[in-house]
Nanobody
Framework: QVQLVESGGGLVQAGGSLRLSCAASGRTFSSYAMGWFRQAPGKEREFVATISRSGGRTNYADSVRGRFTISRDNAKNTVYLQMNSLKPEDTAVYYC??????????????????WGQGTQVTVSS
């Protein structure tokens, strides 16, 4: 079983930055596309960012493009989400997810088979 553990969440003021990390177990991390999703209270989980298995391709939700950057270090089995210029609307639980089957920068939630426990990001005004 693939296990994912997110870290780096916290409370920040609007305009601030956070970097989330997601550490994965297993020996085949480099074969997985990885994604970040988020869920605010009372709302559905939504796509944030994704990165292909090689790290060569990325995609972002329109709401975060230009502010967030996804990256990965396959040698460390870790994916990152650098979040800059944070807004109160970014407040949510952020989840890391792994797609072992496709390997490309998919934004489809159903393509991801493994999920972390989530880390809370709160942005105050």
């Amino acid at each position: 079983q693939v296990q994912l553990v997110e870290s780096g969440g916290g409370l920040v003021q609007a305009g601030g930055s956070l970097r989330l990390s997601c550490a994965a177990s297993g020996r085949t991390f480099s074969s997985y596309a990885m994604g970040w999703f988020r869920q605010a209270p009372g709302k559905e989980r939504e796509f944030v960012a994704t990165i292909s298995r090689s790290g060569g391709r990325t995609n972002y939700a329109d709401s975060v493009r230009g502010r967030f950057t996804i990256s990965r270090d396959n040698a460390k089995n870790t994916v990152y989400l650098q979040m800059n210029s944070l807004k109160p609307e970014d407040t949510a639980v952020y989840y890391c997810a792994a797609d072992p089957n496709y390997g490309l920068e998919t934004s489809r939630e159903r393509d991801y088979d493994y999920w972390g426990q989530g880390t809370q990001v709160t942005v105050s005004s």
